[in-house]
């Protein structure tokens, strides 16, 4: 049984004078959860089988018996042992906050993504094409099939799992170099990158981390020229002249061979079933075909499957060119799409493990 990945990429169909507000699944928005007065009691239901209402419930969704200070699990607990029950805001600084408060890896991964499913946490693997995906600014989501829980679709803004009963963190070592962008011109510009004339922006991304990492529900201030402009954590928002939408994102850092992975961790590794990755293009009728050489026809290719998973081992993020009967084509890794060099036509790409 093969395991597919899939990424949506950020869409940028307002105006950017005019950014509305995100809202989540349920249809309220971050800045409406914010100002929901809750109970200090424990819920109930979180304490059972699992509370439906989560953001919008009124009692905190933390750990009963840690409340009385007798939680004979410890930090083992699968539930929380956050006393604000996890309300101290839903906005996106939060939820990036939440993710580097968990423990650190000591054991010379850069980086491990972990679901959940009320039994604790469980790593995730060859989640190298999680956190590619990740590093790149434009990709919202991204989409795994074929695991034990069917289709899982994993938020990158919200840092959540659509539709399931099912949570997902990131931990790193602590040595994440966070990286910061805006969208200009409905792309997505590092905060400090230099413009057409080789001049550096007005602001580094460094500065911004530093100021976020101080205090992820402030903002940092900056000017250009006579304008003065703000981004705000909390909304992850740009405000000046114009509103503009803000990501942070890691910079992706090649992983070292995984160590054993315990036996508790066994039971998620089905998320990817496979073991031998094998790269497909889309035909013109929807049909997934895989790169082969297919020497003397007319999609004779200068590529196999096996040589693109070498490249893209090297660098996730990376492009590479390639001809069938003479016309060049080129694979870029981070959009996931073939590329006609001489007409521009564009075809999804897909890397599968079998």
Not at 56 to 70: A, D, I, N
Not at 204 to 223: A, G, L, W
Request: overall charge positive; proline content about 3%; charged content about 30%.
């Amino acid at each position: 049984m093969a395991s597919v990945c899939q990424s949506d990429e950020e869409s940028f169909s307002e105006s950017e004078s005019d950014v509305s507000e995100e809202s989540d699944s349920d249809g309220s928005s971050d800045s409406e959860a914010d100002l929901q007065v809750s109970s200090k009691e424990p819920c109930k239901y979180y304490n059972g089988s699992g509370c439906k209402d989560r953001g919008r419930c009124k009692y905190l969704h933390v750990c009963k018996y840690y409340l009385k200070g007798s939680c004979r699990y410890g930090n083992k607990c699968k539930l929380s042992h956050d006393k604000s029950g996890g309300r101290r805001s839903s906005g996106a600084s939060s939820r990036a906050l939440d993710q580097s408060s968990g423990p650190k890896l000591t054991d010379g991964r850069f980086y491990q993504w972990q679901l959940n499913d009320g039994t604790g946490w469980k790593d995730v693997d060859n989640d190298h094409v999680l956190e590619a995906q990740y590093s790149l600014p434009h990709t919202k989501s991204i989409k795994i099939y074929n695991t034990p829980y069917g289709a899982v679709s994993v938020d990158f803004n919200k840092m959540r799992v659509y539709g399931k009963r099912l949570k997902v963190r990131r931990l790193d070592d602590g040595n994440t170099v966070w990286t910061w962008y805006c969208t200009l011109q409905r792309k997505w510009m590092k905060y400090g990158a230099k413009d057409s004339k080789g001049n550096p922006g007005p602001v580094n991304s460094s500065d911004i981390e530093k100021k976020f990492q101080s205090n992820p529900t402030s903002s940092f201030t900056f000017n250009i020229g006579a304008e003065t402009y703000e981004i705000k954590f909390r909304e992850m928002r740009q405000v000046g002249k114009k509103k503009r939408k803000v990501t942070r994102r890691p910079e992706y850092r090649q992983q070292q061979a995984r160590p054993h992975v315990s036996q508790a961790a066994a039971a998620i590794q089905n998320l990817t079933l496979g073991s031998k990755p094998v790269w497909q293009f889309e035909g013109d009728s929807g049909a997934w075909h895989e790169f082969k050489h297919r020497s003397g026809t007319q999609s004779e290719c200068s590529i196999t499957s096996d040589s693109i998973e070498k490249k893209y081992q090297q660098n996730p993020r990376d492009s590479m060119t390639f001809t069938v009967k003479g016309h060049s084509y080129k694979l870029d890794f981070g959009a996931m799409t073939q590329i006609n060099l001489k007409t521009n036509r564009t075809r999804r790409i897909r890397r599968v493990l079998v």
